[in-house]
C-alpha cells in the first residue's frame, strides 16, 4: 500500500509537468494548426537559462521569473521568424521545420553548456512531506505549481479581452480580422505562452530528471500522449491527459511491463486512443468537409 | 526538351553506377565501410521517400523499422543459423507485415497524428529491444554480436569488398523497383492520394490498401537496410536505433529532396558524413563540435524547407533544364 501511494505521488508530480507541457501543445494547436516537436527542446533551453542564471547567482524565483519572461520573447520570436513564412505550407513542411527547430535548440544547448548531466535545485527542497515519506516537498510543490497555471491560464482566457481575442483568432480568424483583432499577433502570442508554459515544465521537471540537452525527449512524449489522450483542442482535457499519463505511467510501469520499458506505455496510449477515440476524451469530433 | 533532360539522367545514372562499381577497387577498409553505410542508408532512405514524399504520410520513426529488420537478421543468424543471405529476406518480410499492420491504424491518423504515433514508436523502440523478456534472443542492452561472411564461391575479394557489392546490388536492384513503382499506375495513384486524397478515391483508387501497403513497402526498405547493417556493422545493440536515426533519415529525404529517388543517394551521403566530419572536428575543437551535427541539421531543415522543398534533387533538376534550355535556343524559339 505505501509503495503504491508512492508511486501514485510521483506519477502525480511527473503528471503536472505532463499536463503543463500538454497544454503548450494545445495552444499552438489552436492557434497555428501545429503539433511542436521542438517544445521539448524549447523547454529544455528555457530551463539552461534559468540554471545559468541562478549559477550566476540568482535567487531562486527571481530566475523564474526571468526564465518565463524570456521564453515567452524567445517564442514570439521563433513565431515570428521561423514559423510564420511557412504558414501556408503542408503539414510535412511544418512538421519538419519544427524538428528542424528542435535540432537546433538541442545542439546550441549543448554547445554552449555542455553534455554532462547537471542537477537542478528546487525552491522547495526535497525532504520528505507528510510523515510517511510518501511524496517529496519538490513533488508537492511541483503539484502545486502545475495546478497554479493551470488555474492561471483558464483566468487569462476566460477573463481578459486579449485572451478573449485570442480564442476568437484561432476559432475564426476571418471574423477576428473584420473586427479589429489582429491576428498574426494573437498567434505570436500564443506561441509566447506557449514556450513560457514549456519554460516551467522543464524548470519543474529537472529537478527530478535531472539536466542535461536530452532530459525532454521522454517528457515531450507523454506529453503528447496526455494531449492525445485528452483531447488535443480542448486545454482542459490535455491538462488531465497529462496528470492521468504520470500516474498511469508509474503504474503501469511499476505492476506490469516493468519501469524499464516505460516508454512502451506512451506509445501504446497514443495508438489506442488514436484508434478507438480519435478526438480524445473531452476533445471535439472534427468532420472533414468535401 | 523532356527527351534532352531524360538523357541527362542516363547519363548521370550510368556515371553513378560506374564510381559505384569501381569503388571496392580503389577505396579499402574503413572508407569502404562507409561506402556500404552509405547505400545501407540510401535504401532506407528511398523506403521513406515513397512513403513521405510520394504519398504524404509523415514517418518519425523508420529508425524502428530499420530495427526490426537489424534484430530480425541478427536474430536469425546468431540464434536460428540461417546463413545471412536467406536473414535478409526473411526479416525484410516480417518488416512488410509489421508496416502493413502499424498501416492499418495509422489510416484513422492523418497527417499530423501519424507524425505523432511514429514519433512515439521511435523513442519508444530502444526499449522495448532492451526488454528483459526478450533476453534470450536480443541479448538485452548488450546486443548481439555477428561474424562477418567471407565471399562465395572463392572469389578473389575480401570480406569488406564482397559486402561493399552485396549492398551494391541490394541498393541497385531495390532503386530499380522503386523508379518502377513510382512511374506506373500504383506510383501515379500513391502521388494522387498525397496530392488530394478526396479526388484519388473518386477517381477509383483504393487509398485504404494503397496507404496501408505503401507503409508495408516502405517498412520493407527500411528493413532490408535495417539488416543489411547488422551484417555489415557485425553488431546490433538497443541504442543504435533510437530517435536520432530515424530524425536522420527524415533530414536525409529532405536534402537529397522529397519524391525524388536519385536524390536519395545524395541524402545518404549526407548524413554519413555529416558526423563523420563533426567526429574529426573534436579533435581541433573539444567537445563543442559533438553540437555540430545537429545545427547543421537543423539550419538546413528549415532552410530546404523555405529555398528549395524539393532538395538537392530539385536544384540538381532545375539547373539541367536551365543547361538543357541555355544551349538548344533555336529549338525553343520554334515551340
Known amino acids: 500500500m505505501g509503495e503504491f501511494l508512492h508511486l501514485l505521488a510521483s506519477g502525480l508530480a511527473l503528471g503536472g509537468v505532463y499536463a503543463i507541457m500538454a497544454l503548450a501543445l494545445v495552444m499552438i494547436y489552436q492557434a497555428t494548426q501545429l503539433i511542436n516537436f521542438a517544445q521539448g527542446e524549447m523547454a529544455m533551453f528555457s530551463t539552461y537559462v534559468a540554471w545559468k542564471l541562478m549559477d550566476s547567482g540568482w535567487p531562486y524565483w527571481r530566475a523564474f521569473a526571468a526564465t518565463v519572461l524570456v521564453s515567452f520573447i524567445g517564442g514570439v520570436v521563433i513565431e515570428r521568424v521561423v514559423v510564420r513564412p511557412f504558414a501556408r505550407a503542408p503539414i510535412l513542411a511544418s512538421v519538419i521545420v519544427s524538428i528542424g527547430l528542435a535540432f537546433i535548440f ?53 477573463f481578459t479581452p486579449l485572451g478573449l481575442a485570442m480564442r ?54 507523454y506529453a503528447f500522449a496526455g494531449a492525445v489522450l485528452g483531447g488535443i483542442d480542448n486545454p482542459f482535457g490535455a491538462a488531465f491527459g497529462g496528470f492521468a499519463v504520470g500516474v498511469m505511467e508509474n503504474l503501469v510501469g511499476a505492476y506490469v511491463v516493468g519501469p524499464e520499458v516505460k516508454l512502451s506505455v506512451a506509445l501504446a496510449i497514443i495508438v489506442a486512443v488514436l484508434v478507438w477515440r480519435p478526438s480524445g476524451l473531452f476533445g471535439r469530433r472534427l468532420v472533414a468537409r468535401v | 526538351m523532356a527527351r ?53 504520410q509523415i514517418s518519425l520513426g523508420h529508425g524502428a523499422f530499420f530495427a526490426i529488420g537489424g534484430y530480425g ?35 484513422r491518423f492523418g497527417g499530423l497524428y501519424l507524425a505523432l ?81 478526396i479526388a484519388a478515391e473518386t477517381m477509383g483508387v483504393n487509398a485504404a490498401l494503397y496507404k496501408t501497403t505503401c507503409f508495408g513497402v516502405s517498412a520493407l526498405y527500411a528493413g532490408v537496410a535495417g539488416g543489411l547493417s547488422a551484417i555489415v556493422v557485425g553488431f546490433v545493440s538497443p541504442e543504435s536505433f533510437g530517435l536520432p536515426l530515424s530524425l536522420a533519415f527524415l533530414v536525409g529525404i529532405v536534402v537529397g529532396g522529397l519524391a525524388s529517388l536519385g536524390g536519395m543517394l545524395f541524402g545518404a551521403v549526407f548524413i554519413e558524413f555529416v558526423p563523420n566530419v563533426a567526429d574529426q572536428l573534436t579533435v581541433n575543437f573539444g567537445e563543442s563540435a559533438k553540437a555540430l551535427p545537429g545545427a547543421v541539421y537543423g539550419v538546413l531543415l528549415i532552410l530546404v524547407m523555405a529555398l528549395m522543398p524539393a532538395g538537392v534533387a530539385g536544384a540538381a533538376r532545375a539547373l539541367a533544364s536551365l543547361a538543357a534550355r541555355f544551349f538548344a535556343p533555336a529549338r525553343r524559339r520554334t515551340m
Open chain 1, 168 to 221: 476568437a483568432a484561432a476559432q475564426n480568424p476571418v471574423s477576428s480580422r473584420l473586427v479589429g483583432i489582429r491576428v498574426g499577433w494573437m498567434l505570436a502570442l500564443g506561441w509566447g505562452l506557449a514556450a513560457a508554459i514549456g519554460s516551467i515544465a522543464g524548470m519543474m521537471a529537472a529537478p527530478i530528471v535531472y539536466l542535461d540537452p536530452n532530459m525532454m525527449f521522454g517528457i515531450l512524449l
Open chain 2, 117 to 197: 504515433a511514429t514519433f512515439a514508436l521511435a523513442v519508444a523502440m530502444p526499449q522495448m529491444l532492451s526488454y528483459k523478456g526478450f533476453d534470450a534472443y536480443t541479448g538485452g542492452p548488450m546486443g548481439l554480436l555477428l561474424t562477418k561472411p567471407h565471399a562465395p564461391f572463392g572469389l578473389p575479394l575480401s570480406g569488406d569488398q564482397w559486402l561493399y557489392l552485396f549492398c551494391l546490388a541490394f541498393a541497385a536492384a531495390l532503386y530499380w523497383a522503386a523508379v518502377n513503382l513510382v512511374r506506373g499506375r500504383v506510383g501515379r495513384g500513391l502521388i494522387a492520394i498525397r496530392d488530394h486524397p
Open chain 2, 73 to 107: 537478421t541478427a536474430i536469425l543468424m546468431a540464434k536460428l543459423g540461417v546463413p545471412y543471405w536467406a536473414a535478409i529476406p526473411i526479416a525484410s518480410v516480417v518488416c512488410f507485415i509489421a508496416g502493413f499492420l502499424f498501416g492499418f491504424p495509422a489510416l
Open chain 1, 106 to 158: 538541442n545542439s546550441l544547448a549543448g554547445y554552449l553548456y555542455g553534455y554532462s548531466v547537471t542537477s537542478f535545485d528546487s525552491p522547495f527542497g526535497d525532504r520528505p512531506l507528510f510523515g510517511g515519506g510518501y511524496m517529496s516537498a519538490h513533488e508537492a510543490g511541483a503539484v502545486l505549481v502545475s495546478l497554479c497555471v493551470l488555474a492561471v491560464v483558464y483566468a487569462f482566457f476566460r
Open chain 2, 4 to 56: 534532352r533532360n531524360g538523357r541527362i539522367a542516363s547519363i548521370v545514372t550510368a556515371a553513378v553506377v560506374i564510381v559505384a562499381l569501381a569503388i571496392p577497387f580503389f577505396a579499402s577498409g574503413y572508407r569502404l565501410y562507409q561506402g556500404s553505410q552509405v547505400l545501407i542508408l540510401a535504401i532506407a532512405l528511398l523506403g521513406l521517400n515513397l512513403l513521405t514524399g510520394f504519398n504524404g
